[in-house]
T-cell receptor, first 110, second 111 residues
Framework: DTAVSQTPKYLVTQMGNDKSIKCEQNLGHDTMYWYKQDSKKFLKIMFSYNNKELIINETVPNRFSPKSPDKAHLNLHINSLELGDSAVYFC?????????FGQGTRLTVV | GESVGLHLPTLSVQEGDNSIINCAYSNSASDYFIWYKQESGKGPQFIIDIRSNMDKRQGQRVTVLLNKTVKHLSLQIAATQPGDSAVYFCAENQAGTALIFGKGTTLSVSS
């Protein structure tokens, strides 16, 4: 009964491919996020959705497209993957000020 | 006068010692602050939070101190244990915005 679950946990793919990461939360929260953690462990907000609507879209290449089919799910689709996209991607959800994080998806682009 | 605590990327302590991890936040409009612990291969995990109308909050073995004058946050861990070894992050936000994370501090506890 994991609160915020992401799949897959690991993803290795070639440059130029398109891939998706899925996220689901069973906490009943209205707001979900995607964060990117780089090799220096710096965590940066990418997107925020509230009740299926995009409310925050930081400076992220438009190759990244979030999709929220319902408020419990926020998936991240990445087109034309580049080497620099290699990172750990975290999904999170909140109802209020704090956020609960998933276990992360380690994306490696080769 | 008071000085802003320096951010140290790593902190090494002996088991049983008290640890202090510092964070300087950036947005003076932030009114909510959290400390997260991230163990290897896992996502950030909530430790303790504090609102801007407080300057101190205590949890189990942890205390957060907030100094809004110099925009400084600290996390104190009492009687540090090997299981406390992890990367610690402070995060801030104001209502309606996403959490903004500071640089992490890697805490290593030796027994």
């Amino acid at each position: 009964d994991t609160a915020v679950s992401q799949t897959p946990k690991y993803l290795v793919t070639q440059m130029g491919n398109d891939k998706s990461i899925k996220c689901e939360q069973n906490l009943g929260h209205d707001t979900m996020y995607w964060y990117k953690q780089d090799s220096k462990k710096f965590l940066k907000i990418m997107f925020s959705y509230n009740n299926k609507e995009l409310i925050i879209n930081e400076t992220v290449p438009n190759r990244f497209s979030p999709k929220s089919p319902d408020k419990a799910h926020l998936n991240l689709h990445i087109n034309s993957l580049e080497l620099g996209d290699s990172a750990v991607y975290f999904c999170a959800s909140s109802q209020g000020r704090g956020a609960f994080f998933g276990q992360g998806t380690r994306l490696t682009v080769v | 006068g008071e000085s802003v605590g320096l951010h140290l990327p790593t902190l090494s302590v002996q088991e049983g010692d008290n640890s202090i991890i510092n964070c300087a936040y950036s947005n003076s409009a932030s009114d909510y602050f959290i400390w997260y612990k991230q163990e290897s291969g896992k996502g950030p995990q909530f430790i303790i939070d504090i609102r801007s109308n407080m300057d101190k909050r205590q949890g189990q073995r942890v205390t957060v101190l907030l100094n809004k004058t110099v925009k400084h946050l600290s996390l104190q861990i009492a009687a540090t244990q090997p299981g406390d070894s992890a990367v610690y992050f402070c995060a801030e936000n104001q209502a309606g915005t996403a959490l903004i994370f500071g640089k992490g501090t890697t805490l290593s506890v030796s027994s």
